[in-house]
């Protein structure tokens, strides 16, 4: 494994080690003119689009603020620390939970990988990814 995490896609299957976070997650959208105080919110995650700022938060802090949001996740982190340059990894998580009808919104960040899945999905997703281990 290189200091920037590991490349190698059989190394990275056989150590996922998937965790279920607890909170539930949406996928909202601050548009530029609204004057929501994001850091309030406490985002997990933010991407500025053009249609707005999309924001992963916990759903509590989405009702508490009036945002819209559609569905609700769970997300599940992969504990192995995977480099951004590996390859296959996205392909292989996302093409397994396909495989059995379950959504992956797939979040890199430097270390880690964090799968978004449907909230009544989630422990059928972990089942599947921690079986990817074995």
Do not use: W
Not at 16 to 43: E, S
Not at 51 to 70: F, M, N, P, R
Not at 109 to 121: E, L, Q, T
């Amino acid at each position: 494994m290189n200091a920037s995490g590991e490349t190698d896609l059989r190394r990275l299957l056989v150590s996922l080690a998937p965790v279920l976070l607890k909170p539930d997650y949406v996928f909202c959208t601050v548009a530029h003119a609204t004057h929501v105080d994001i850091r309030g919110l406490k985002p997990l995650a933010s991407f500025q689009e053009d249609e707005g700022l999309s924001l992963i938060l916990e759903q509590t802090a989405a009702d508490k603020a009036g945002l819209i949001y559609e569905s609700v996740f769970k997300g599940i982190t992969l504990t192995v620390h995977s480099s951004l340059d590996a390859i296959g990894l996205t392909a292989a998580v996302a093409g397994k939970l396909a495989e059995h009808g379950i959504s992956a919104n797939v979040v890199a960040a430097s270390y880690h990988d964090h799968i978004f899945v449907p909230r009544d999905k989630a422990e059928q997703a972990l089942k599947l990814l921690a079986a990817m281990s074995a």
